[in-house]
């Protein structure tokens, strides 16, 4: 297969739908992380993933699967794990379009949406990150201690993803979308599941989002209090969508870090296996 990556000058490679790159791109350096590309069975195929983990960590590691946003695991969702990785976690980021085509062989938004992104069901994806758990599990990686955010599509899914796995700690989805058609490929958006969640779930949103309202975010709230559900929202005031994608023109630095800083403190606070305390 062709690759049609673009090549950043830190050396990272970007999906061709997300042209033209901006120069705000951060680069986390790979030292004392172990990154690799590795391959997970599921359901009767093998799933191509990326991970990273700190290189002299003890014992099991607390997991974060990191969920891609519709370019697929291009160099944005890999330095999302190596921050992770430095942060103590096994990060792992499944390519979950991988049945259904190549988000690198389409040069615009709308194409790959349309060609690959809205063909990819809802059940197989959850299904595929059950397995990626368990690849986790097996290859350093807590089971008790088993964490998922996303962005964009990804957000979408791990809301979704919080009322799917019971052995799920913790989720926060970064913009993904609340409501929207339901479809055979997509039969429950998040507002549907809040009575289903059995994971603490943070959202985090852009004010500015002109693809997701904040009607539609207040829809959710309203949902998640009536569903009485451990859940919270934070609505960015001057952020846009994909606000945390620093190699695009609607990054927004301020929100990005307050973001990624409540989402490690998420993932603290909820994610971490409770110990006794010690007298």
């Known amino acids: 297969m062709t690759d049609n990556t673009t090549t950043h000058p830190s050396g990272g490679q970007f999906a061709p739908a997300a042209e033209p790159i901006a120069t705000t791109v951060v680069h986390t350096s790979p030292a004392d992380i172990h990154t690799a590309e590795t391959s997970i069975p599921s359901q009767g195929d093998s799933m191509p993933a990326w991970f990273a983990r700190p290189k002299h960590a003890e014992g099991p590691l607390p997991v974060v699967i990191v969920v891609q946003e519709i370019f697929g695991v291009h160099e944005h969702i890999r330095?999302?794990?190596r921050r992770l990785a430095q942060e103590g976690y096994l990060a792992v980021a499944p390519e979950l379009y991988f049945r259904q085509g190549d988000p690198n062989d389409y040069a615009d938004i709308q194409t790959l949406f349309s060609g690959l992104v809205s063909r990819v069901p809802d059940n197989q994806v959850l299904a595929d990150l059950d397995h990626v758990?368990?690849?986790?599990?097996?290859n350093g990686g807590d089971a008790h201690r088993l964490m998922i955010t996303g962005f964009c599509w990804g957000g979408r899914i791990a809301w979704l993803y919080a009322a799917h796995n019971p052995q799920l700690k913790a989720a926060v989805a970064w913009y993904g979308r609340l409501v929207g058609d339901k479809t055979l490929n997509t039969p429950k958006q998040p507002v549907?599941?809040?009575v289903d969640l059995s994971a603490p779930v943070?959202?985090?949103?852009?004010?500015?989002d002109t693809g997701i309202s904040l009607e539609s975010v207040e829809t959710m709230r309203q949902a998640l209090r009536a569903a009485n559900a451990k859940a919270e929202i934070i609505v960015y005031p001057?952020?846009?969508?994909a606000f945390n994608a620093d190699y695009r023109p609607s990054y927004h630095a301020e929100s990005a870090k307050d973001g990624w800083q409540r989402m490690l403190a998420w993932f603290a606070q909820y994610g971490q296996e409770k110990r006794a305390s010690q007298s």
């Open 192 to 194: 549907d599941i809040a």
């Open 202 to 208: 943070l959202g985090l949103y852009g004010a500015q």
């Open 133 to 138: 758990a368990s690849w986790a599990a097996r």
């Open 79 to 81: 330095d999302l794990c």
């Open 238 to 241: 001057e952020a846009g969508h």
